[in-house]
């Protein structure tokens, strides 16, 4: 496997239900991102890891919880998810937190909350 | 700060024609700037990079783009559409020093006639 690989690709969901999403990335970086991409809106930052370190939490409600365990492995835990939750979430790595670098984007999990 | 504005949503051209996707950005600092496009069901793949290295940046798949600082401009093009470069298109800032994150315009859609 390469590059960003996120799990699952697609996940249903009821409000009262708690779910978790994975991302592990195989490029040897520092620093994971969690974006949320809604219709008709801007990608929406929610999340920055750098050194396993949580350096950017962009004023994402508490049912949201990431976990970064290794410079690998990122996960965001749900639970009591509303359905304007529903979207694609992105997974992302790059070297590390500076800006400049590139990021290297997962496929991204499509959640839909009932 | 940062911001970036992809002037059109939705640009639609035939096969075999220049395509143009327009963006302005706005920095205090030494921007870098990137093209990603997202096809379908996808994650955002990074076409091209510009960060302060030479103006006209080539990328992936014919793209190319021209950093213009009197415009505070950075306007996508190809000479010639093919069909399987319709996709969303996103614009991207962020500068080359400190830990600010990636901003990204709302998107263009680029669609290819036949």
Redesign the interface.
């Known amino acids: 496997e390469t590059g960003v690989t996120q799990t699952p690709r697609h996940l249903v969901m009821g409000m009262t239900n708690k779910k978790s999403l994975k991302c592990e990335q195989h490029l040897g970086h520092n620093a994971m991102y969690w974006y949320k991409q809604s219709a008709k809106k801007p990608l929406e930052l929610m999340f920055v890891y750098n050194f396993k370190e949580q350096t950017e939490n962009n004023s994402v409600p508490s049912r949201f919880s990431p976990e970064c365990p290794n410079s690998s492995h990122l996960f965001l835990h749900l639970h009591t998810l509303q359905p304007e939750d529903s979207a694609l979430y992105l997974c992302a790595s790059s070297q590390d937190g500076t800006s400049g670098n590139e990021q290297f984007f997962g496929p991204g999990t499509r959640l839909t909350v009932l | 700060a940062q911001s970036v504005t992809q002037l059109d949503s939705h640009v639609s051209v035939s096969e075999g024609t220049p395509v143009l996707l327009r963006c302005n950005y706005s920095s205090s600092y030494s921007p870098?700037l990137?093209w990603?496009v997202q096809h379908p069901?996808?994650?955002?793949?990074?076409l091209l990079?510009y960060?302060s290295a030479a103006t006209l940046v080539k990328g992936i798949n014919g793209f190319e783009a021209e950093f213009k600082k009197s415009e505070t401009s950075f306007h996508l093009t190809k000479p010639s559409a093919h069909m399987s470069d319709a996709a969303e298109y996103?614009c991207v800032v962020?500068?080359?020093?400190?830990?600010?994150?990636?901003v990204?315009?709302?998107?263009t859609r680029l669609s290819v006639i036949a």
């Open positions: 870098s990137f990603y069901n996808k994650g955002l793949q990074l990079k960060t996103f962020s500068v080359l020093s400190g830990n600010t994150p990636l990204f315009g709302k998107g």
